[in-house]
């Protein structure tokens, strides 16, 4: 993941999806930066067709206004949702998003995903196309996303923020000190820089892997041995729920039992989006209501 929350992507002279002459390429614009913001970006333009990537992006600008959205990521957390019905499908799962779609789409904003879709916004961006890099790590960039997209549509985020704030609102004063077990194979769990991590944060919840780093393939999240998770011992746990049969798995481990929270009986099953991935704002709020 890139360390810029926004990047708003301006036209770049290159080789790709035009067969025209650089002559008649869009001038370049200059490429706003914002990094570690506390505050979302100002002076934005407005955007009257936008194309989301990503189904947290999707949800919180179909929610600003309905009728700004003309292109979605074919998540089943919005295409199962009627009110997505129309709204034209743009990418499938992880695969790269439809260029040929979204260009038809005529958008003047398209927002992805930070570190996910940087190929895919950078050749839309030689087109001419403002272009919105997204990176939700902490309940701070929600905010700041969510006051973002709405300058972009003209819209006011306060109801969104109100939501969030009502989320927060149900956080216990104290709480266990916990793991979460992003993956089994291998032990991979979040620490303080990732949302999963500031989610635990914000429920006053102690993350026993929140100062922890050390190799892995994702920001914010750190591979456990054996030996640390038993040295860390949390007295709660929250397994990320990625099959059905994720609890078997759990007990085939030779250390399980041992854990101070598995003999407590403090393991919990919590979903993928909402924790992880904030997937959506429904999504969310639920694991509001669970963490609670």
Wanted: charged content about 20%; overall charge negative; glycine content about 6%.
């Amino acid at each position: 993941m890139m360390s810029s929350l926004f990047r708003c992507g301006s036209p770049i002279l290159a080789a790709g999806l035009l067969t025209a002459s650089c002559a008649s390429l869009p001038e370049p614009e200059t490429t706003t930066d914002v990094t570690q913001a506390d505050t979302a970006p100002v002076n934005l333009p407005t955007a009257e067709r936008i194309v989301a990537l990503t189904s947290l992006s999707a949800d919180i600008i179909h929610t600003l206004d309905q009728d700004r959205l003309v292109g979605m990521p074919g998540s089943s957390l919005l295409t199962e949702d009627t009110a997505f019905d129309d709204i034209e499908t743009v990418s499938q799962g992880r695969s790269e998003p439809d260029l040929e779609k979204i260009v038809a789409l005529e958008p003047d904003l398209v927002v992805g995903s930070a570190g996910f879709h940087d190929k895919a916004l950078e050749r839309i961006a030689e087109l001419g196309v403002e272009t919105l890099s997204i990176d939700v790590a902490s309940w701070q960039d929600l905010s700041n996303v969510t006051e973002t997209l709405a300058a972009y549509v003209e819209a006011d985020p306060a109801p969104l923020l109100t939501r969030y704030e009502g989320c927060l609102a149900q956080a216990p004063e104290t709480g266990p000190a916990t793991l979460i077990l992003a993956s089994i194979q291998p032990l991979l769990a979040p620490n303080k820089n990732s949302w999963a991590g500031d989610f635990l944060n914000k429920f006053n919840r102690p993350n026993v892997a929140a100062d922890l780093q050390g190799e892995s393939p994702f920001e914010g999240y750190v591979t456990l041995s054996e030996e640390k998770l038993l040295e860390a011992n949390p007295e709660q746990i929250i397994v990320i729920d990625t099959d059905e049969n994720v609890g078997d798995r759990l007990a085939e481990l030779p250390f399980w039992q041992e854990m101070q929270a598995v003999k407590s009986g403090e393991v919990y099953s919590f979903e993928y989006f909402g924790l992880i991935n904030p997937g959506s704002i429904v999504n969310i709020e639920k694991t509001c209501e669970q963490m609670s």
